[in-house]
C-alpha cells in the first residue's frame, strides 16, 4: 500500500470546475482541503510532455511551498481524427482569458479542415491524478472515458469541453449531466465506479492508497 495521506492536502489547481470536482470526490473520505489559491500558491509551468509529467509539476510545486501533501490533476481531451489534439494543449486552445466557446468552436474548425465530420467524431478525456509530499514522494493515477463530439455544444453544466462530449452509452453530453451523473463515484456489487474520466482516476487512486470513506 502506498503512503497514507494524512493532515490537510492542497489542491494544487487554480481551475474553479477542477476544484469543485476533486474537492467533492475527496469529501467522503474525510480529508481537509485547502486549495493553491486560497494559499497564494503560483501557478507553475506546465512543460512536461506526458499529463502525468504535468501533474507531477504541479503536485510537487505546490506541496513544496505549503509544507503539506499535494493533489493534482492534468486533463484534456484527445479526438482521434487530430492525432490526439487538443492533448495537453487542452487550455490553451482556450486562449487567454479562456473561452473554451472559441476552444469548442476551433475543435469542429480543425476537424473540417481535415474532411471530418464534427458530429460523431471519436475522442476521449484523459486524467492524471497525482498526490505528492515535500519530500519528493509521488502517487499517481490515471483515468480515461471515451465517446464522440456531438455539435452545436449542448448544456450549461460542467465546464471545459463538456458540451461536446458524449460519453459510450449516453445520449446526453457532460455538458447536459449534475455534477453527481458526471463525476459521482457509486459502489456497485463491492466496486466503487464512476463516469468521468477524473472519477476513474480518483477510484485508482483511492485503491492505491488504501482509502476509507469516514462517512
Do not use: C, Q
Not at 503539506?68 to 490553451?92: H, I
Not at 453544466?157 to 463525476?183: L, N
Request: hydrophobic content about 45%; cysteine-free; glycine content about 12%.
Amino acid at each position: 500500500m502506498a503512503r497514507p495521506i494524512t493532515g490537510r492536502l492542497v489542491i494544487a489547481t487554480h481551475n474553479a470546475g477542477k476544484l469543485v470536482e476533486m474537492t467533492e470526490l475527496l469529501a467522503p473520505y474525510g480529508i481537509a482541503t485547502v486549495s493553491a489559491g486560497e494559499l497564494g500558491l503560483p501557478e507553475p509551468e506546465e512543460d512536461g510532455m506526458m499529463y502525468a509529467e504535468n501533474a507531477a509539476i504541479k503536485a510537487l510545486a505546490a506541496a513544496r511551498a505549503a509544507n503539506l501533501p499535494a493533489l493534482a490533476d492534468d486533463s484534456g481531451l484527445a479526438v482521434d481524427a487530430l492525432d490526439g489534439a487538443p492533448g495537453l494543449f487542452t487550455a490553451d486552445w482556450a486562449g487567454k482569458p479562456r473561452d473554451f466557446g472559441r476552444a469548442m468552436a476551433r475543435v469542429a474548425d480543425e476537424l473540417r479542415l481535415r474532411e471530418v465530420e464534427p458530429e460523431g467524431a471519436r475522442a476521449h478525456f484523459v486524467s492524471a491524478l497525482m498526490v505528492a509530499w515535500p519530500d519528493g514522494e509521488t502517487l499517481l493515477a490515471e483515468g480515461r472515458v471515451f465517446g464522440a463530439l456531438t455539435f452545436p455544444p449542448r448544456g450549461s453544466a460542467g465546464f471545459g469541453y463538456d458540451p461536446i462530449f458524449r460519453p459510450d452509452g449516453h445520449d446526453r453530453t457532460f455538458g447536459e449531466m449534475s455534477a453527481e451523473e458526471k463525476h459521482g463515484i457509486r459502489k456497485i456489487d463491492g466496486r466503487l465506479e464512476g463516469l468521468s474520466h477524473r472519477a476513474r482516476a480518483f477510484i485508482r487512486l483511492v485503491a492505491k492508497a488504501g482509502l476509507t470513506e469516514k462517512r
